[in-house]
């Protein structure tokens, strides 16, 4: 059985940083891609951050490139958001993802 538990979210001031961690068990970890998605209040769930299985190559939103960062520890079969220069816009629930499964996620909130 998948289970994926998100960590680490806050309130936080604009300019502020967080990391997101996202502890993975059921399945062999380093064979798949995981995913950050992210939902606002109002608004769709999207795709934040993506990182490869294997050798954890990124991909970005535009929204979030040069802010924020995804990684892994296939050890700890654990994978990461760290998220810099907030913005008020990125406040939303974050979601850890893989395939069709998804975590509870964790709320962030970049507020003065």
């Known amino acids: 059985q998948v289970r994926l538990v998100e960590s680490g979210g806050g309130l936080v001031q604009p300019g502020g940083s967080l990391r997101l961690s996202c502890a993975a068990s059921?399945?062999?970890?380093?064979?798949?891609?995981m995913n950050w998605y992210r939902q606002a209040p109002g608004k769709e769930r999207r795709l934040v951050a993506t990182i490869s299985r294997g050798d954890g190559r990124p991909n970005y939103a535009d929204s979030v490139k040069g802010r924020f960062t995804i990684s892994r520890d296939n050890a700890k079969n654990t994978v990461y958001l760290q998220m810099s220069s907030l913005k008020p816009e990125d406040t939303a629930v974050y979601y850890c993802?893989?395939?069709?499964?998804w975590g509870q996620g964790t709320q962030v909130t970049v507020s003065s």
């Open positions: 993802n893989q395939l069709g499964n």
């Open positions: 059921g399945f062999t970890f380093i064979n798949y891609a």
